[in-house]
C-alpha cells in the first residue's frame, strides 16, 4: 500500500503521464489517501461536478482516518520541525499518517518531507 500526498491526485487530475503511470504501476488496490488529502481534495473542488469526480475516485482508495497514535505522531512532528522547516499542518498529519501505517509516501514535494528520517518515500 502507497499513500499518495494531495499534489499526486491533483497530478493525476491534470493528466499528468508520469504520475498516471506511476498510480497504474502501483495499482489501484494498493493505492491509499489520508482523510487531510481527501479534505483538501474537497476544498480544492471548483464546482459540484469536480467534487462528484473527486469523490467517485477517493472512494476507490483505502482511506486512512486520524487516530491517537497518528496525533500523538503528528505532535511530535510539529515539535521537531516546525521552526527548523516551517513545515505544514497537513504535511505533518499526513506523514504521521504514513508513518502510524508503515506506508511509503508518493509526493512530488519530497523537500516538504525528506528531514523525516521515520518517513519512507515512494520512489517512482
Known sequence: ???CDTNILIEF?????IVIQNLQHIG???IGVSVITKAEL????RDKTELSKIERHVTLCQCYGLN???SALFIEL???YSLSHKVSIPDMLIAATAISN??????LNTKDFKFIPELS????
Open 28 to 30: 489501484s488496490a494498493n
Open 42 to 45: 474537497f476544498y480544492g473542488a
Open 102 to 107: 508503515d506506508l511509503k509516501l508518493y509526493t
Open 13 to 17: 487530475y491534470k493528466i499528468n503521464p
Open 78 to 80: 510539529m515539535q521537531s
Open 1 to 3: 500500500m502507497i499513500l
Open 68 to 70: 491517537d497514535a497518528i
Open 121 to 124: 518515500l515512494y520512489e517512482a
